[in-house]
């Protein structure tokens, strides 16, 4: 079965600065992954998907994330992040039509 | 825009007593979807269908939970007894494609369960 890591369960950067957000994936066969975002008490958004089209993906509101099979690894980033950024985050591949979440990380942004 | 809606938004009930929220996705998507999400924590699925068919429930609770999607449209949980580690998000979603590992799908706002 299919399952993902997300490395650091709350992350806080100042607004304006760089925002990684780290996932990692374990399986033998590259699964599609999924990058979803949830605001206080609010359902899942999708922020953007990787199908095999293309390793680097752009999502909404300005975030992207790069599929690294040499590293079993798809990290989200920003480039400058906002403070409506602040919200929780959750990498999930598609397993059978069904979204595997892991744990999520809390990105906290800093005025 | 089309979206999943859920009802109630917020529900605070007694242990022992039953609680039931429903769930109409968005108009043509076959595929729905019950998650559980408990505070601090991913999301967890409790039950998948395909238009009225039970395709995964391999992690609902069945001596106190059930669901049901009788005409392929729209859905109920209903939770009896609940107990107080039910407190909880719960979450649907839909998708219109069919159980595809490419399939995106799409999340109602939640009904937050609160059992005292």
């Known amino acids: 079965a299919q399952s993902v890591t997300q490395l650091g369960s709350h992350v806080s950067v100042s607004e304006g600065a760089l925002v990684l957000l780290r996932c990692n994936y374990s399986s033998s066969v590259p699964p599609y992954l999924f990058w979803y975002v949830q605001y206080p008490n609010q359902g899942l958004q999708l922020l953007l998907k990787y199908t095999s089209a293309a390793t680097l993906v752009k999502g909404i509101n300005g975030f992207e994330a790069e599929f690294k099979k040499s590293e079993t690894s798809f990290h989200l980033t920003k480039p400058s992040a906002h403070m409506s950024d602040a919200a929780e985050y959750f990498c999930a591949p598609n397993q059978g039509g069904k979204l595997i979440f892991g744990q999520g990380t809390e990105l906290s942004v800093k005025p | 825009e089309a979206e999943v809606a859920q009802s109630p938004r917020y529900k605070i009930t007694e242990k022992s007593q039953a609680v039931a929220f429903w769930c109409d996705p968005i108009s043509g998507h076959a595929t729905l979807y019950w998650y559980r999400q408990i505070l601090g924590q991913g999301p967890e699925l409790l039950v998948q269908?395909?238009?009225?068919?039970?395709?995964?429930d391999s992690q609902l609770p069945k001596d106190r939970f059930s669901a049901e999607r009788l005409k392929g449209v729209d859905s109920t949980l209903k939770i009896q007894p609940a107990e107080l580690g039910d407190s909880a998000m719960y979450l649907c979603a839909s998708s219109h494609d069919r159980g595809r590992d490419t399939g995106e799908l799409f999340f109602g706002e939640g009904s937050r369960l609160t059992v005292l």
């Open positions: 269908f395909q238009d009225e068919s039970v395709v995964d």
